[in-house]
């Protein structure tokens, strides 16, 4: 809505296409169109006027663009207004099948990103402590010599690759390819410190580590349980699906440490000790399997190991989990008699579980809940995981990740040739431009890299301890900032020592001035989202197209322009653009589609071509906003934005898979099991499905991963055409690039990926079931023994503490538990949103929430500047808000702030125009060591710290 002083001469409103039911009739219609804004808090006290809408006055006519917004992943459509070139007005897609109309204050004001003018205008180098301007041309020179030196001294790896879950699709799977083309895995994103234990957990569950069901699906549920999540805040839209469920009877439960927005909406808030997740999960199916509550039929046809999961919920009685959780028996027995009464419920987690150094185990605990209840495989059950970012869920699935390929294909020298094959390159060719030493018995081509949660160690360790051939030298920064992690310290050290520090981002972020440096810091423009398209990924799995709605400001450059300009300085374009048109130096976005697509079979993401994604994005209305499925029109049959996997080809016009798992439907429509990913048996027992199958299937028990030689054995073989034998020989439904061993299971009803049981034991995990470890830093001494963290160990070419640090007692000097979390007026490390004036105003100062018994035994009140203490040395200085929302012992802070560093301000570092309307000091400066065993994801939601009056 656009705003104008009431006394403005009224003008004479533009010609524009209709938008459908739009904000302003709306609001007519409803009679509320009366009253206005004003963004007070940012003008002079003569500069206030009542605001009131209007149209503005323009000779040109408007331009309709839709595109998606760039902040959480609900994937909100927008319509967005331009005239002569520029953006000048917008609306939330009343029409839109997940939004229908909503928006929060971050969509609200998305065209202040595209039209900011705090962004990086043009490349810069800090040379004697000033920022120099320079050409691109200068810049990719200078960048590409330092990298192409340290490549010869050090090797490949000494180069880290920080990608960002802002890219679009196209862009994620670019900048994996290009990581590739330089030759190392050390390369990876924000999903690293938000979900990758969601990854890890869930795919080792039950296949596929991604959000079951969807939003909409939620209006379906009987029961939502929300474990560490705060949709209010973090996915307020989300929150319009939530409540979409609850008016049509399903019961909120809330689990948090914290009494959130979320938790006022619930019919039952229930308080947790942080980092006690998985006591809690034991102690309901300690009551539900009491009760006989357990889905006995179910268990036994679909899930493997529940026996194990008996015999530790049976350790956790009523009074063990009261000691350890806080949870009293009378509400742990009533939430789970609502779990049993409420069917089909729904599990929604968020950072609040998955940030932990046994994060992995707490996914997997929330899985097995919901195969003890047999709420799989349904509508209004499942997992609904929200993530976090626009496009943090296609950027994983493209393979922005230190230990896996696009698709989630590991790192092994077969998933190499798989891609070499995509990518139409010898696989020697590629291999050679890795270092070919071996470290810890690995090659660096099929050994897992550095995550970006720890890149400061590859920094900062003696060389002669991690499993690389030299210490990282020089770091790209694309799209994520330094004060999303943990250790602030320890990064802005890391940041001080490397060679060169490369910042790719329209905006400058705390990886530009957060270093104590002269020099050797580069700033590139990358543009936004809506100065580019392509696709994106929604939390549901339904890929999304964006419109390019203005063209690049500045000198700013698409992110995938730019790593063309870096590849041919290094010499890979060649190499890496074989079968991608590249028009100037811009690649063109839909040959990098239809790449994908000619590889990305694991996970479906080879049916969704430029084509069908452009003809659902320009039929927004006509998908249903509970199933999302297409009644009429010409998607008619679909499932809006074909959530993968969508099976075969483009050609074979599979509907996509809103809810997985379900096999109350045939595959060819959407259907399917559990993935077959572990073989056949464990120990001698088997671990197929039994008498459990899809609708339509003519296996009707468990079955393998298809392959050549099972379509041999059931005589399918013939039901290939001649070309698609000869791709599919010798191959499998993963490695087969004509698609046909997909196209012939699923003709017979089969799901190409096997059908198994559900496993509660991951028998190639550290802990072959979830375990309860204390966190790394308790004020629980007393329960250390009973239940001990890890040894410290190798993980991801670094030595990781444990033990070691668990040992020590800090709770005595800092005794306050701290955890952290989101507001609903920032998003991720906070700069975009951070520079955004109508946002900024929203929230003005970094604070930290506590008590009001801590603050009085501190002399503290609501407002004072205080001094916050991490046991690891670091301290922040911020505002106290004291507030009964966390319990006495319990303390929370918002990361998004950036901009002061232990009290000091960086203001005076940033380049000339680029200072954020708001600056605060980062949580994550004074928060600690720990890291889960199996992903890597930094532990910031179970802490210590103390508070002192500043």
């Given at each position: 809505?656009r705003?104008?002083?009431?006394?403005?001469?009224?003008?004479?409103?533009a010609?524009?296409?209709?938008?459908?039911?739009?904000?302003?009739?709306?609001?007519?219609?409803?009679?509320?169109?009366?009253?206005?804004?004003?963004?007070a808090s940012?003008l002079?006290?003569?500069?206030?006027?009542?605001?009131?809408a209007?149209?503005?006055?323009?000779?040109?006519p408007t331009?309709?663009k839709?595109?998606i917004?760039?902040?959480?992943a609900v994937?909100?459509g927008?319509?967005a207004?331009?005239?002569n070139?520029?953006?000048t007005g917008?609306?939330?897609?009343?029409?839109?099948?997940?939004?229908?109309?909503g928006?929060?204050?971050?969509?609200?004001?998305?065209?202040?990103?595209?039209?900011?003018?705090?962004?990086?205008?043009?490349?810069?180098?800090?040379e004697g402590?000033?920022?120099?301007?320079?050409?691109?041309?200068?810049?990719?020179?200078?960048i590409?010599?330092?990298?192409?030196?340290?490549?010869?001294?050090?090797?490949?790896?000494s180069?880290?690759?920080?990608g960002?879950?802002?890219?679009?699709?196209?862009?994620?799977?670019?900048y994996?390819?290009?990581?590739?083309?330089?030759g190392?895995?050390n390369?990876?994103?924000?999903a690293?410190i938000?979900?990758?234990?969601?990854?890890?957990g869930?795919?080792?569950?039950?296949?596929?580590?991604?959000?079951?069901?969807?939003?909409?699906?939620?209006?379906?549920?009987?029961?939502?349980l929300?474990?560490g999540?705060?949709?209010?805040?973090?996915h307020?839209?989300?929150?319009?699906?939530?409540?979409?469920?609850?008016?049509?009877?399903?019961?909120?439960?809330?689990?948090?440490?914290?009494?959130?927005?979320?938790?006022?909406?619930?019919?039952?808030?229930v308080?947790?000790?942080?980092?006690?997740?998985?006591?809690?999960?034991?102690?309901l199916l300690?009551?539900?399997?009491?009760?006989?509550?357990?889905?006995?039929?179910f268990?036994?046809?679909?899930?493997?190991?529940?026996?194990r999961?008996?015999?530790e919920?049976?350790?956790?009685?009523?009074?063990?989990?009261?000691?350890?959780a806080?949870?009293?028996?009378?509400?742990?027995?009533?939430?789970?008699?609502?779990?049993?009464?409420?069917?089909p419920?729904?599990i929604?987690?968020?950072?609040g579980?998955?940030?932990?150094?046994?994060?992995?185990?707490?996914?997997?605990?929330?899985?097995?809940?919901?195969?003890?209840?047999?709420n799989?495989?349904?509508?209004?059950?499942?997992?609904?995981i929200f993530?976090?970012?626009?496009?943090?869920q296609?950027?994983?699935?493209?393979?922005?990740?230190?230990?896996?390929?696009?698709?989630y294909?590991?790192?092994?020298?077969?998933?190499?040739?798989?891609?070499?094959?995509?990518?139409e390159?010898?696989?020697?060719?590629?291999?050679g431009?890795?270092?070919?030493?071996?470290?810890l018995?690995?090659?660096?081509?099929?050994?897992?890299?550095?995550?970006?949660?720890r890149?400061?160690?590859?920094?900062?360790?003696?060389?002669?301890k991690?499993?690389?051939k030299?210490?990282?030298r020089?770091?790209?920064?694309?799209?994520?900032?330094?004060?999303?992690?943990?250790?602030?310290r320890?990064?802005?050290?890391?940041?001080?020592k490397?060679?060169?520090?490369?910042?790719v981002?329209?905006?400058?972020?705390?990886?530009?001035?957060m270093p104590?440096?002269?020099?050797?810091v580069?700033?590139?423009?990358?543009c936004?989202?809506?100065?580019?398209?392509g696709s994106?990924?929604?939390?549901n799995?339904?890929?999304?197209?964006?419109?390019?709605?203005?063209?690049?400001?500045?000198?700013?450059l698409?992110?995938?322009?730019?790593?063309?300009?870096?590849?041919?300085?290094?010499?890979?374009?060649?190499?890496?653009?074989?079968?991608?048109k590249v028009?100037?130096?811009?690649?063109?976005v839909e040959d990098?589609?239809?790449?994908?697509?000619?590889?990305m079979?694991?996970?479906?993401?080879?049916?969704?071509?430029?084509?069908?994604l452009?003809?659902?994005?320009?039929?927004?209305?006509?998908?249903?906003?509970?199933?999302?499925e297409?009644?009429?029109?010409p998607?008619k049959?679909?499932?809006?934005g074909?959530?993968?996997?969508?099976?075969?080809?483009?050609?074979?016009?599979?509907?996509?898979?809103q809810?997985?798992?379900?096999?109350?439907?045939?595959?060819?429509?959407?259907?399917?099991?559990?993935?077959?990913?572990?073989?056949?048996?464990?120990?001698?027992?088997?671990?197929?499905a039994?008498?459990?199958?899809?609708?339509?299937?003519?296996?009707?028990d468990?079955?393998p991963?298809?392959?050549?030689?099972?379509?041999?054995?059931l005589?399918?073989?013939?039901?290939?055409?001649a070309?698609?034998?000869?791709?599919?020989?010798?191959?499998?439904w993963?490695?087969?690039?004509?698609?046909?061993?997909?196209?012939?299971?699923?003709?017979?009803?089969?799901?190409p990926?096997?059908n198994?049981?559900?496993?509660?034991?991951?028998?190639?995990?550290?802990?072959?079931?979830?375990?309860?470890?204390?966190?790394?830093?308790?004020?629980?001494?007393?329960l250390?023994?009973?239940?001990?963290?890890?040894?410290?160990?190798?993980?991801?070419?670094?030595?990781?503490?444990?033990?070691s640090?668990?040992?020590?007692?800090?709770?005595?000097?800092?005794p306050l538990?701290?955890?952290?979390g989101r507001?609903v007026?920032?998003e991720?490390?906070?700069?975009?949103?951070?520079?955004?004036?109508w946002?900024?105003?929203?929230q003005?100062?970094?604070?930290?929430?506590?008590?009001?018994?801590?603050?009085?035994?501190?002399?503290?009140?609501?407002?004072?500047?205080?001094?916050?203490h991490?046991?690891?040395?670091?301290k922040?200085?911020?505002?106290?808000?004291?507030?009964?929302?966390?319990?006495?012992?319990e303390?929370?802070?918002?990361?998004?702030?950036?901009?002061?560093?232990?009290?000091?301000?960086?203001?005076g570092?940033?380049?000339?125009?680029?200072?954020?309307?708001?600056?605060?000091?980062s949580?994550?400066?004074?928060?600690?060591y720990?890291?889960d065993?199996?992903?890597?994801?930094?532990?910031?939601k179970?802490?210590l710290?103390?508070i002192?009056?500043?």
């Amino acid at each position: 809505m656009r705003l104008t002083r009431k006394t403005d001469q009224a003008p004479v409103a533009a010609a524009k296409p209709s938008l459908g039911l739009n904000r302003r009739q709306f609001l007519k219609s409803a009679g509320l169109a009366t009253g206005g804004i004003a963004a007070a808090s940012m003008l002079g006290a003569g500069m206030m006027r009542r605001a009131e809408a209007t149209e503005v006055p323009h000779d040109a006519p408007t331009e309709v663009k839709r595109t998606i917004c760039s902040h959480c992943a609900v994937g909100c459509g927008v319509y967005a207004e331009v005239q002569n070139g520029v953006w000048t007005g917008q609306e939330p897609a009343f029409d839109h099948p997940f939004n229908r109309g909503g928006h929060c204050a971050k969509g609200a004001s998305l065209r202040e990103v595209a039209h900011g003018d705090k962004r990086n205008k043009y490349p810069m180098k800090l040379e004697g402590g000033k920022w120099k301007r320079l050409s691109w041309e200068q810049a990719i020179n200078e960048i590409g010599d330092k990298m192409l030196k340290i490549r010869q001294e050090s090797g490949p790896d000494s180069v880290y690759f920080m990608g960002s879950a802002k890219f679009s699709n196209e862009q994620s799977y670019l900048y994996r390819k290009f990581a590739a083309m330089w030759g190392t895995n050390n390369v990876d994103h924000s999903a690293r410190i938000c979900h990758s234990t969601t990854v890890a957990g869930v795919a080792n569950t039950w296949g596929y580590g991604a959000q079951t069901n969807s939003f909409n699906d939620m209006h379906n549920s009987k029961l939502m349980l929300f474990v560490g999540s705060n949709p209010s805040e973090a996915h307020p839209v989300a929150m319009q699906h939530v409540l979409e469920g609850k008016e049509r009877g399903a019961k909120i439960i809330v689990v948090d440490p914290r009494f959130t927005r979320t938790a006022a909406k619930s019919d039952e808030y229930v308080h947790i000790r942080p980092g006690t997740d998985i006591p809690f999960i034991y102690g309901l199916l300690w009551h539900i399997f009491e009760n006989g509550w357990e889905d006995k039929s179910f268990i036994e046809s679909r899930v493997y190991g529940m026996e194990r999961i008996r015999e530790e919920a049976a350790k956790f009685t009523p009074e063990e989990v009261e000691n350890i959780a806080g949870v009293k028996k009378e509400q742990m027995y009533r939430v789970a008699k609502m779990l049993h009464e409420h069917k089909p419920g729904t599990i929604v987690w968020c950072m609040g579980g998955t940030q932990h150094h046994i994060g992995n185990a707490n996914t997997r605990s929330y899985c097995i809940l919901q195969l003890a209840l047999g709420n799989m495989g349904i509508s209004g059950g499942g997992t609904n995981i929200f993530r976090g970012h626009d496009n943090v869920q296609g950027a994983t699935d493209f393979g922005l990740l230190f230990d896996n390929l696009p698709g989630y294909y590991g790192l092994t020298s077969g998933a190499w040739g798989h891609w070499s094959r995509v990518w139409e390159l010898d696989p020697e060719w590629v291999n050679g431009r890795f270092d070919q030493g071996e470290y810890l018995g690995k090659k660096p081509q099929t050994s897992a890299g550095i995550p970006c949660s720890r890149w400061h160690d590859g920094v900062l360790e003696d060389k002669d301890k991690i499993a690389q051939k030299d210490n990282i030298r020089l770091a790209f920064f694309w799209g994520q900032s330094v004060n999303t992690e943990t250790r602030g310290r320890e990064v802005r050290e890391a940041l001080n020592k490397m060679d060169t520090v490369v910042v790719v981002d329209p905006h400058p972020t705390m990886a530009a001035v957060m270093p104590q440096r002269q020099d050797g810091v580069y700033i590139l423009p990358a543009c936004t989202q809506f100065e580019t398209y392509g696709s994106i990924t929604a939390s549901n799995r339904s890929l999304q197209w964006r419109d390019k709605v203005i063209e690049p400001h500045f000198e700013s450059l698409p992110d995938h322009t730019i790593m063309y300009k870096l590849a041919k300085k290094w010499g890979v374009d060649k190499e890496m653009f074989k079968n991608i048109k590249v028009n100037g130096e811009e690649p063109l976005v839909e040959d990098i589609t239809r790449e994908f697509n000619r590889g990305m079979w694991t996970i479906g993401y080879t049916g969704q071509s430029p084509e069908r994604l452009k003809m659902h994005q320009q039929n927004w209305g006509t998908f249903d906003f509970d199933t999302l499925e297409a009644p009429g029109g010409p998607a008619k049959g679909e499932t809006y934005g074909l959530p993968w996997p969508c099976w075969g080809t483009p050609e074979m016009k599979h509907p996509g898979s809103q809810i997985l798992y379900r096999n109350d439907r045939e595959v060819a429509n959407g259907g399917g099991c559990f993935r077959a990913r572990y073989g056949v048996e464990h120990n001698g027992t088997n671990i197929l499905a039994e008498g459990s199958f899809s609708k339509g299937s003519e296996l009707t028990d468990g079955y393998p991963e298809f392959t050549d030689k099972m379509l041999k054995q059931l005589g399918w073989w013939d039901d290939l055409t001649a070309e698609e034998k000869t791709a599919a020989e010798g191959k499998n439904w993963k490695t087969d690039l004509s698609g046909g061993i997909q196209r012939v299971a699923i003709k017979h009803g089969c799901i190409p990926y096997g059908n198994a049981k559900a496993r509660c034991v991951v028998w190639n995990f550290p802990d072959d079931i979830p375990l309860h470890r204390e966190p790394l830093y308790t004020p629980r001494r007393d329960l250390v023994s009973k239940y001990p963290t890890y040894e410290d160990r190798m993980v991801a070419r670094l030595p990781t503490l444990y033990k070691s640090i668990q040992d020590q007692d800090f709770s005595k000097d800092f005794p306050l538990v701290l955890t952290s979390g989101r507001l609903v007026e920032y998003e991720g490390g906070g700069e975009e949103t951070r520079s955004n004036p109508w946002l900024a105003e929203l929230q003005q100062e970094m604070f930290i929430e506590m008590n009001p018994a801590d603050a009085t035994d501190r002399g503290l009140r609501d407002g004072d500047n205080v001094w916050v203490h991490g046991p690891e040395g670091a301290k922040i200085k911020v505002k106290a808000m004291v507030t009964p929302r966390v319990i006495a012992g319990e303390c929370f802070m918002p990361y998004h702030f950036a901009g002061i560093f232990e009290g000091e301000s960086l203001v005076g570092k940033y380049p000339e125009g680029t200072v954020p309307y708001v600056q605060g000091e980062s949580a994550n400066t004074v928060l600690t060591y720990g890291y889960d065993v199996v992903t890597q994801m930094q532990e910031t939601k179970s802490s210590l710290c103390q508070i002192t009056k500043a």
